[in-house]
């Protein structure tokens, strides 16, 4: 079955240290994305790429770095720089039709520091 | 500023009271408005995406609509199974998605 795995779950780091949540597709989409959601908030976008070896800051990247290595890998880096790190991580991705601008997501990373 | 507003924040409903959900936007250059639902603690799963004023989509018990302001969701007969938060988006160029802060819907047998 096609799809989006983030791994894991559930994540808990103590604080001053990066963590890197796991995000795969086997969609052959072109673009994928990192959202943020905090409860009472919509989603924010953290960082979005179109293309291997190329990404572009969202709306609240600092304290975030991704990498996109390959088309089915986008993994997201949290630093020790972001302020308020625990949140739900969300990853998304979508086809590169240019009339389509659908996301599709995955199940999501539940990241809590202390 | 773009922005997506969505109402109520939350709503509850007996098994079979219809009603509808809204989505206000102001945004320039609208290129779609997407539905999602989104289970608690899961990743949301696309609905609907609706392109101009005017056009309609179904799916089982949910009938979304657009106009150049806003779009509704309309929730015909729900069944406790319906429950969950919806999500609307709204597609302003190519990668900008802006989402709602969603409605909560529960429906009570």
């Known amino acids: 079955d096609g799809g989006i795995t983030q791994s894991p779950k559930y994540l808990f780091r103590k604080e001053g240290q990066n963590v890197t949540l796991s995000c795969e597709q086997n969609?052959?989409?072109?673009?994928m994305y990192w959202y943020r959601q905090d409860p009472g908030q919509g989603l924010r976008l953290i960082y979005y790429?179109?293309?291997?070896?190329?990404?572009q800051k969202g709306d609240i990247a600092e304290g975030y770095s991704v990498s996109r290595e390959k088309k089915e890998s986008f993994p997201l880096t949290v630093t020790s720089a972001q302020k308020n790190p625990t949140a739900f991580y969300l990853c998304?991705?979508?086809?590169?039709?240019?009339?389509?601008?659908?996301?599709?997501f995955g199940p999501g990373t539940r990241l809590t520091v202390t | 500023e773009d922005q997506v507003t969505q109402s109520p924040e939350a709503l509850r409903l007996q098994e079979g009271e219809s009603s509808s959900l809204n989505c206000s936007y102001t945004?320039?250059?609208?290129?779609?408005l997407f539905w999602y639902r989104q289970d608690p603690g899961k990743g949301p799963e696309f609905l609907f995406t609706?392109?101009?004023a005017g056009e309609e989509k179904e799916k089982e018990r949910l009938k979304a609509t657009l106009t150049k302001k806003e779009s509704f969701l309309h929730i015909t007969a729900p069944k406790p199974e319906d429950s969950a938060t919806y999500l609307c988006?709204?597609?302003?160029?190519?990668?900008?998605?802006?989402f709602g802060a969603g409605t909560r819907l529960t429906v009570k047998p």
């Open positions: 988006a709204v597609q302003r160029n190519n990668n900008d998605m802006r």
């Open positions: 609706l392109y101009s």
């Open positions: 790429s179109q293309i291997v070896n190329d990404f």
């Open positions: 969609l052959n989409h072109d673009a």
């Open positions: 998304a991705s979508r086809a590169g039709d240019p009339f389509s601008y659908e996301q599709y």
């Open positions: 945004v320039s250059g609208l290129r779609g």
